[in-house]
């Protein structure tokens, strides 16, 4: 029990080491073994910053005067503040290789380039434009529920990471995918299946309505990552450092739509 508590502790020490811009200023050891623990708290690290989201908004929208404007603009580089772009730094890569046209192997070699192209400028000057359209959008009909579903959405972009790090093969035999795919583990995707009914009761209790919303949310993650997958395997070869990043951006982008259209719709 204690070595599964340190596991987990130490697992999420790695993940906001890796994948936020919080100091964590400790050397943690970075065996398989802890791999396999920063893997599963992966969804678990998407509710913490899923937390941050809704206590930002939650004081911008009821304890400043801000336009809406304004909150949306702070919400927005909160998103980019937190995570320190290393995910949007993927997008870019990932962007510039997909959209060279070229084979797998120049496409690798592409995303390992350090210099910017055309299209990865392109590609995150509309994703960062879409995000802001979109949160703005959120925020101007954010309802009570609106703040406990906000969680919802990188809880399940980084449980996506998780997945394609526990099927997907990596691309290359170095690199931060190959690094994380070193925790892969029977035990991590019967743990995210846990993490997800879990989540499912917890919604039920406080309105069962919003259960809908969730199954949405859910099925939108899965047709998304299934596509998604594809492509990466077809014109990437496997997964690597930046296609993970590009999808997390991705994955979140729809499941952010998808909340604006729930809310349109007067589903939440």
Same mark, same amino acid.
């Given at each position: 029990?204690?070595?599964?508590?340190?596991?987990?502790?130490?697992? $999420?020490?790695?993940?906001?080491?890796?994948?936020?811009?919080?100091?964590?200023?400790?050397?943690?050891?970075?065996?398989?073994?802890? /791999?396999?623990?920063? @893997?599963?708290?992966?969804?678990?690290?998407?509710?913490?910053?899923?937390?941050?989201?809704?206590?930002?908004?939650?004081?911008? /929208?009821?304890?400043?005067?801000?336009?809406?404007?304004?909150?949306?603009?702070?919400?927005?580089?909160?998103?980019?503040?937190?995570?320190?772009?290393?995910?949007?730094?993927?997008?870019?890569?990932?962007?510039?290789?997909?959209?060279?046209?070229?084979?797998?192997?120049?496409?690798?070699?592409?995303?390992?380039?350090?210099?910017?192209?055309?299209?990865?400028?392109?590609?995150?000057?509309?994703?960062?434009?879409?995000?802001?359209?979109?949160?703005?959008?959120?925020?101007?009909?954010?309802?009570?529920?609106?703040?406990? $579903?906000?969680?919802?959405?990188?809880?399940?972009?980084?449980?996506?990471?998780?997945?394609? @790090?526990?099927?997907?093969?990596?691309?290359?035999?170095?690199?931060?995918?190959?690094?994380?795919?070193?925790?892969?583990?029977?035990?991590?995707?019967?743990?995210?299946?846990?993490?997800?009914?879990?989540?499912?009761?917890?919604?039920?209790?406080?309105?069962?309505?919003?259960?809908?919303?969730?199954?949405?949310?859910?099925?939108?993650?899965?047709?998304?990552?299934?596509?998604?997958?594809?492509?990466?395997?077809?014109?990437?070869?496997?997964?690597?450092?930046?296609?993970?990043?590009?999808?997390?951006?991705?994955?979140? @982008?729809?499941?952010?739509?998808? $909340?604006?259209? @729930?809310?349109?719709?007067? $589903?939440?």
């Amino acid at each position: 029990m204690l070595t599964s508590l340190r596991g987990m502790f130490i697992g $999420m020490g790695i993940n906001l080491q890796f994948f936020t811009s919080i100091p964590l200023k400790k050397q943690l050891p970075m065996n398989r073994f802890y /791999l396999s623990y920063a @893997l599963r708290t992966f969804p678990l690290l998407g509710l913490l910053q899923g937390a941050v989201y809704t206590i930002v908004l939650f004081l911008l /929208l009821y304890h400043t005067s801000f336009s809406d404007v304004m909150i949306t603009l702070c919400l927005w580089l909160v998103f980019i503040l937190l995570s320190g772009g290393i995910h949007l730094d993927g997008l870019i890569d990932a962007s510039d290789a997909y959209f060279s046209y070229q084979d797998v192997n120049k496409r690798l070699d592409i995303m390992q380039d350090p210099r910017v192209g055309a299209f990865g400028v392109l590609s995150v000057i509309v994703f960062l434009s879409v995000r802001f359209v979109i949160l703005y959008e959120l925020t101007t009909l954010a309802t009570a529920w609106t703040f406990p $579903m906000i969680l919802l959405v990188p809880f399940l972009g980084k449980m996506l990471l998780g997945i394609y @790090l526990q099927l997907l093969p990596a691309a290359r035999n170095h690199g931060m995918a190959h690094f994380f795919k070193q925790g892969s583990s029977r035990l991590n995707l019967p743990i995210y299946g846990f993490y997800v009914v879990m989540t499912g009761i917890v919604i039920a209790l406080l309105n069962v309505e919003l259960l809908l919303c969730y199954l949405i949310l859910i099925s939108s993650m899965v047709v998304f990552g299934y596509i998604n997958s594809g492509k990466i395997k077809k014109h990437f070869g496997g997964i690597s450092g930046d296609t993970l990043g590009a999808s997390s951006e991705g994955m979140e @982008l729809v499941l952010w739509i998808v $909340m604006w259209l @729930l809310h349109s719709f007067a $589903m939440v």
